[in-house]
């Protein structure tokens, strides 16, 4: 331990027990902590004891305390936790007396038996309990501690804390439970021992005894509390041992089936599958049988989450996997079946017909119906993105059932039967429903099907986006299931161009796009605009779609959007706007049929959106969309390089936003990167830069650097309150010394430039001066300011946390000092 901080220990320990004092807050404590834990981890615990006695001083004064405060006996209690972790510590404070408090005892059972805070007025407190269950968490690390938890009784305490009223100290104590029968069932019991527990240790033979009691009882709650205990041991505990374990328990574990109903079938099937994860699934054949017969007694919504469950495994038998994969299903057969026209199959695998217990979920209520409804779609959507799934997968029956299920919520179905009827007058503008099934179509795109069918997932989709009654949300999510079938929808085969069919639907959708452009609610407008950049940034090349585009009125409509009176949209207008002149799908107004108009270039809008929007999200997608267009070779970048990125840096270095700033800055590395001849990645449909120009020479570079005020911008940027663009500043600065360094310097031998006033404005600028500018800069002053900085010392620091200075123990001891006034004037370190 550090020296001051063994100084100020005992002042901090006297703070600590007096009760006049004020008592530190909780995330002090947390931090002294955690300081602790460090010590002890990293050298012996006896020797810090022995160093600083005043660390038992304060175990027996809160002890003695006739009134001690929850927060001090729990940090007490888990202070005491971590130093017993060690065994010859441990020893120590069973033995060692106080020295100044007139008590006698060992301190250990003073702590933590009965005749500690067990009794007191402040075990009513849940954070003495959670410090009690913490303390001894990190205690149960030798043998020695199983006979301590023995001898003091413990584990009885566990016991009762397990139905605590609070549900940390319940959890934690759980969780003690199987920490304790791990450390138990250590050494000798760790290979095979009997399932009848003859020669199992006596602290493990009991805690599993009460887990017997446990599953045996006719209270739900103590029925649970086995379970999660069971199911944290087989999840963390792989040894041997857990096999026996599970042949003991696992009779008990299908009794409870027996019982109708099934007491916490939730923690039921998080067991079952636990076991089936761990080494004792690979080797019990019993496990199956027990997870089968579970699937069929679960209602249908509780055997949701054990079917799926079982999909995932990576070892099932392949009947199991069936019996799963049709509890799963079984929802959208009665749908389908609700909803057929004709009557026939739905096209399922068998055993996934609708049976009659679904179909009394489907008809007892409506948010049963929804709740079934809804966690079908959610596990078959998760199912359909995995490796192991069910092949053959069903993908026309799901493709008819996910549209059935828009069309009962949208009211376009045609019931034929009292349980479709049913569905109509439930499901009906049921906006979580309708989320679920839109998501769920979207993910079905990734496969194929029917045209037929294909066809009408694109006109239940366009039903949705047409409509009225759709909600923001639900028409979100219709866009984004659209984008995700048009960007799925075959080619044509003879050329590289989309197929008829999208184009047909092309021709029903631009429309709808154009009106959901001019909605008065504001999140239409918005959801159309992400869909537009989107579906423009993956076909801005097909022949068919910037046809269809072009004669549409949407281009135009998403240039009026960039002055729509909410930021959102504007930020998503300017992205569209942007995407769309990359691809040369956007223009302004030109002609005799626009005499009115004045003639004014996509980029200087955006230029004038980012130096005079008043919010951030619009200036920071103009900048966004200025560094692409940068990497693409935009049309209006290559009008005039120098011009394009001096303006844009000269508006951005202005910017409150940090964002813009280091957008910037961003901006600037790319214009570095061309200038020596590194170009990124072009967007075919925009203007290239010159391709054969060879990399300029570094004096070149500079002298385009300097005209740009590229210099200017990023060592201001370097002095920037907002230590993300100091750190993107830096690491420009870094890499053009780097690039010029092999070169070395442009300037002629002998020269020595002057850097005075350069470094004279930088010292303002660090100082917080900002409004005085460089003025005209030579390269050669420039390049030796930064041969002089020590930028990567600079990097270094910005690395670390602002408070990085603030978090050494010895302030956090000064600190808590320093607010009960124990330190004298400015020897705190407070911040």
């Given at each position: 331990?550090?020296p001051?901080?063994?100084?100020?220990?005992?002042?901090l320990?006297a703070v600590l027990?007096?009760?006049r004092?004020?008592?530190?807050d909780?995330?002090?404590?947390?931090?002294?902590?955690d300081?602790f834990?460090t010590?002890?981890?990293a050298g012996?615990s006896l020797?810090l004891?022995?160093e600083?006695p005043c660390l038992v001083e304060l175990l027996f004064?809160?002890?003695?305390a006739?009134d001690?405060?929850?927060?001090?006996?729990?940090?007490s209690?888990?202070?005491?936790?971590l130093?017993?972790a060690?065994e010859d510590?441990?020893?120590?404070?069973q033995?060692?007396?106080s020295?100044?408090?007139s008590?006698?005892?060992?301190?250990l059972?003073?702590?933590?038996?009965?005749s500690?805070?067990?009794?007191?007025a402040?075990w009513t407190?849940?954070?003495?309990?959670?410090?009690?269950?913490?303390?001894l968490?990190?205690?149960a690390?030798h043998p020695g501690?199983?006979?301590?938890?023995?001898?003091?009784?413990a584990?009885d305490?566990?016991?009762s804390l397990?139905?605590?009223?609070?549900?940390?100290v319940?959890s934690?104590?759980g969780?003690?439970l199987?920490h304790?029968?791990?450390l138990?069932?250590?050494g000798?019991a760790e290979g095979?021992?009997?399932?009848?527990?003859?020669?199992w240790p006596?602290?493990?033979q009991k805690?599993?005894?009460?887990v017997e009691?446990?599953?045996r009882s006719?209270?739900t709650l103590?029925v649970?509390?086995?379970l999660?205990v069971?199911?944290?041991?087989?999840?963390h505990?792989?040894s041997?041992?857990t096999q026996g374990?599970?042949?003991?328990?696992s009779?008990?574990?299908a009794?409870?089936?027996?019982?109708?109903?099934?007491?916490?079938?939730h923690?039921?099937?998080d067991?079952l599958l636990?076991?089936a994860?761990?080494p004792?699934?690979?080797?019990?054949?019993?496990?199956w049988?027990t997870l089968a017969?579970?699937l069929s007694?679960?209602?249908?919504t509780?055997a949701?989450?054990?079917?799926?469950?079982?999909?995932?495994?990576?070892?099932?038998?392949?009947?199991?996997?069936?019996?799963?994969?049709?509890?799963?299903?079984?929802?959208?057969?009665?749908v389908?079946?609700?909803a057929?026209q004709?009557p026939g199959?739905p096209g399922?695998p068998e055993g996934a017909?609708?049976?009659s217990?679904t179909v009394?979920?489907f008809?007892s209520s409506k948010?049963?119906?929804?709740?079934?409804l809804?966690?079908?779609l959610?596990h078959?959507?998760?199912?359909?993105l995995?490796p192991q799934?069910p092949?053959?997968?069903?993908q026309?029956?799901?493709?008819?059932?996910a549209?059935a299920?828009?069309r009962?919520c949208h009211?376009s179905?045609?019931p034929?039967?009292?349980v479709g009827?049913?569905?109509c007058?439930v499901?009906?503008?049921?906006?979580?429903?309708q989320r679920?099934?839109l998501?769920?179509?979207?993910?079905?795109?990734?496969?194929t099907g029917p045209?037929e069918?294909?066809?009408?997932?694109?006109?239940v989709?366009?039903?949705y986006?047409?409509?009225?009654d759709?909600?923001p949300?639900?028409?979100?999510k219709?866009?984004?299931?659209t984008?995700r079938w048009?960007?799925g929808?075959p080619k044509a085969?003879?050329c590289c161009d989309?197929?008829p069919h999208?184009q047909?639907?092309?021709g029903?959708?631009l429309p709808?796009?154009?009106k959901?452009?001019?909605?008065?609610c504001w999140?239409?407008?918005d959801?159309?605009?992400?869909f537009?950049t989107?579906?423009?940034?993956h076909?801005?090349?097909q022949?068919?779609?910037?046809?269809a585009?072009?004669?549409?009125?949407?281009?135009?409509l998403t240039?009026?959007?960039l002055?729509?009176?909410?930021s959102?949209?504007?930020?998503?207008?300017v992205t569209?706007?942007?995407?769309?002149s990359?691809?040369?799908l956007?223009?302004?107004?030109t002609?005799?049929e626009?005499?009115?108009?004045?003639?004014?270039?996509?980029?200087?809008?955006l230029?004038?959106?980012?130096s005079t929007?008043s919010?951030g999200?619009?200036r920071r997608?103009v900048?966004?969309v200025?560094?692409?267009?940068?990497?693409?070779?935009?049309?209006?970048v290559?009008?005039?390089?120098?011009?394009f990125?001096?303006r844009?840096l000269q508006a951005?270095s202005?910017?409150l936003?940090?964002?813009?700033?280091?957008?910037g800055l961003e901006?600037?590395?790319?214009?570095?990167?061309?200038l020596l001849?590194?170009?990124?990645?072009r967007c075919?449909?925009?203007v290239?830069l010159?391709?054969a120009?060879?990399?300029?020479t570094?004096a070149?570079?500079?002298?385009?650097?300097?005209?740009?005020?590229?210099?200017?911008f990023a060592?201001?940027?370097l002095?920037?309150?907002d230590r993300p663009v100091?750190?993107?500043?830096?690491d420009?600065?870094?890499f053009?010394k780097?690039?010029?360094?092999p070169?070395?310097?442009?300037?002629?031998?002998g020269?020595?430039?002057d850097v005075?006033?350069?470094?004279?404005?930088?010292?303002?600028?660090?100082a917080g001066e900002?409004?005085?500018?460089l003025g005209?800069l030579?390269?050669e002053?420039?390049?030796a300011?930064?041969?002089?900085?020590?930028?990567?010392?600079?990097?270094?620091?910005?690395a670390?946390?602002s408070d990085?200075?603030?978090?050494?123990?010895?302030?956090l001891?000064?600190d808590?000092?320093?607010t009960?006034?124990?330190?004298g004037?400015?020897e705190?370190?407070?911040?």
């Amino acid at each position: 331990m550090d020296p001051e901080c063994s100084r100020l220990l005992p002042a901090l320990c006297a703070v600590l027990v007096d009760p006049r004092q004020p008592v530190a807050d909780d995330t002090c404590l947390e931090k002294l902590l955690d300081w602790f834990k460090t010590v002890t981890e990293a050298g012996p615990s006896l020797l810090l004891l022995q160093e600083n006695p005043c660390l038992v001083e304060l175990l027996f004064r809160v002890l003695k305390a006739h009134d001690p405060r929850p927060r001090v006996l729990s940090f007490s209690l888990r202070l005491a936790g971590l130093f017993a972790a060690q065994e010859d510590c441990f020893q120590y404070l069973q033995v060692t007396p106080s020295s100044s408090v007139s008590q006698q005892g060992e301190l250990l059972p003073m702590l933590f038996g009965e005749s500690g805070p067990l009794g007191g007025a402040a075990w009513t407190a849940p954070t003495v309990r959670s410090g009690w269950l913490q303390g001894l968490r990190s205690l149960a690390q030798h043998p020695g501690a199983l006979r301590f938890l023995a001898d003091c009784g413990a584990v009885d305490t566990i016991f009762s804390l397990q139905g605590d009223s609070s549900l940390f100290v319940a959890s934690a104590a759980g969780q003690l439970l199987v920490h304790i029968l791990a450390l138990a069932m250590r050494g000798p019991a760790e290979g095979h021992p009997s399932p009848q527990g003859c020669d199992w240790p006596a602290c493990a033979q009991k805690i599993v005894c009460h887990v017997e009691d446990s599953l045996r009882s006719t209270a739900t709650l103590q029925v649970t509390q086995a379970l999660n205990v069971l199911t944290t041991t087989f999840g963390h505990c792989h040894s041997p041992w857990t096999q026996g374990l599970w042949v003991r328990l696992s009779p008990l574990v299908a009794c409870l089936l027996e019982k109708d109903p099934i007491p916490a079938s939730h923690s039921l099937v998080d067991l079952l599958l636990s076991v089936a994860r761990s080494p004792v699934g690979s080797s019990d054949c019993g496990l199956w049988e027990t997870l089968a017969q579970t699937l069929s007694h679960l209602s249908p919504t509780q055997a949701g989450p054990l079917a799926l469950g079982i999909l995932k495994l990576q070892d099932c038998p392949q009947a199991l996997k069936t019996q799963a994969f049709g509890v799963l299903l079984q929802p959208l057969a009665c749908v389908l079946k609700a909803a057929a026209q004709a009557p026939g199959p739905p096209g399922f695998p068998e055993g996934a017909t609708g049976d009659s217990i679904t179909v009394d979920t489907f008809l007892s209520s409506k948010s049963a119906c929804v709740g079934l409804l809804c966690q079908a779609l959610a596990h078959l959507e998760l199912l359909q993105l995995l490796p192991q799934r069910p092949s053959p997968w069903p993908q026309a029956p799901l493709l008819r059932a996910a549209v059935a299920i828009l069309r009962f919520c949208h009211g376009s179905a045609a019931p034929t039967s009292d349980v479709g009827g049913h569905l109509c007058a439930v499901l009906a503008g049921c906006v979580r429903v309708q989320r679920a099934a839109l998501d769920f179509l979207g993910t079905l795109s990734q496969g194929t099907g029917p045209q037929e069918l294909v066809t009408q997932v694109f006109a239940v989709l366009l039903e949705y986006l047409t409509s009225p009654d759709s909600s923001p949300m639900v028409l979100k999510k219709a866009f984004q299931a659209t984008l995700r079938w048009l960007l799925g929808s075959p080619k044509a085969p003879s050329c590289c161009d989309l197929d008829p069919h999208t184009q047909l639907f092309l021709g029903e959708l631009l429309p709808v796009l154009r009106k959901r452009l001019c909605s008065p609610c504001w999140e239409a407008r918005d959801s159309g605009l992400e869909f537009l950049t989107q579906v423009t940034r993956h076909w801005g090349g097909q022949a068919a779609f910037r046809h269809a585009l072009l004669a549409s009125e949407v281009p135009e409509l998403t240039g009026q959007l960039l002055r729509d009176p909410e930021s959102y949209v504007r930020a998503s207008a300017v992205t569209a706007t942007g995407q769309l002149s990359s691809w040369g799908l956007y223009a302004t107004p030109t002609g005799p049929e626009h005499p009115e108009v004045q003639q004014e270039s996509l980029f200087t809008e955006l230029l004038h959106i980012l130096s005079t929007d008043s919010e951030g999200f619009p200036r920071r997608a103009v900048m966004h969309v200025f560094t692409q267009w940068l990497k693409d070779g935009h049309a209006d970048v290559a009008e005039d390089l120098e011009q394009f990125v001096a303006r844009v840096l000269q508006a951005a270095s202005q910017d409150l936003d940090w964002e813009v700033r280091a957008q910037g800055l961003e901006l600037a590395l790319v214009f570095l990167e061309q200038l020596l001849g590194q170009p990124g990645s072009r967007c075919p449909y925009a203007v290239a830069l010159p391709e054969a120009a060879p990399p300029a020479t570094l004096a070149q570079v500079l002298q385009a650097l300097c005209r740009v005020q590229l210099f200017e911008f990023a060592l201001r940027a370097l002095f920037d309150c907002d230590r993300p663009v100091a750190q993107k500043s830096c690491d420009l600065l870094l890499f053009l010394k780097a690039k010029a360094t092999p070169c070395g310097g442009p300037q002629e031998a002998g020269a020595s430039p002057d850097v005075v006033s350069v470094e004279a404005a930088l010292q303002r600028w660090q100082a917080g001066e900002q409004g005085q500018p460089l003025g005209e800069l030579e390269p050669e002053a420039v390049m030796a300011v930064l041969r002089s900085m020590d930028l990567e010392g600079l990097r270094g620091m910005l690395a670390k946390s602002s408070d990085h200075m603030e978090k050494s123990p010895q302030s956090l001891l000064q600190d808590m000092l320093a607010t009960v006034g124990v330190l004298g004037e400015n020897e705190a370190d407070c911040y």
